[in-house]
Every structure is written in C-alpha cells, then in structure tokens.
C-alpha cells in the first residue's frame, strides 16, 4: 500500500470523504477536526468506512488522535495496520 498519491492510500480517503461523506477536503495535511470537518462521531464513521473500504482492521487502543486530524495521519495508520497483517 503507497501512502501518497493520487492512486495511493491518501487518494482513496479523500475520495472516501468526498464521495461517501460528502466532505471536501483542501489536501492531505489539512487538519480535519480544526476545519469543522470531522467531530467525534463522524471521526468513528470514518474510521469504520476506512476499516470497510481498505480492508484493514486499525486497533483503536494503538490509535494517536494527533495522526487521526489529517489524510495523511490516517493513511500512515492504515499502512502501519496493513504491515501488522491488518489487511483482509
């Protein structure tokens, strides 16, 4: 799993959160929760979309909410759950 790129991990969540979530997102580094997009509750339904759409199970107990604030936090969990043999 590529972390960056259009094509990439990064890509495929903000296509998510467009498509799925109807957000749009400026880019990757954008921190959500500080832009009003995501408050806790839409934060869990992203994750569970993630978790569906990518077919990685992420560890909410390994979970740091500073990375969860962008893309490409949330693409660097899903690659490091993907390594750990996270993937379905």
């Excluded at 997102?25 to 934060?43: F, I, K, R």
């Excluded at 893309?71 to 996270?86: F, K």
């Amino acid at each position: 799993m590529r972390a960056a790129g259009g094509d990439g991990i990064e890509g495929r969540i903000l296509a998510l959160l467009r498509d799925e979530m109807a957000m749009e997102v400026p880019s990757a580094e954008t921190d959500l929760v500080d832009a009003g997009l995501l408050d806790s509750l839409s934060l869990a339904e992203l994750l569970m979309r993630v978790e569906v759409s990518l077919g990685v199970r992420v560890q909410l107990a390994e979970l740091s909410l500073a990375e969860l604030r962008t893309v490409a936090g949330l693409a660097r969990i899903v690659c490091a759950a993907a390594g750990e043999g996270g993937a379905s």
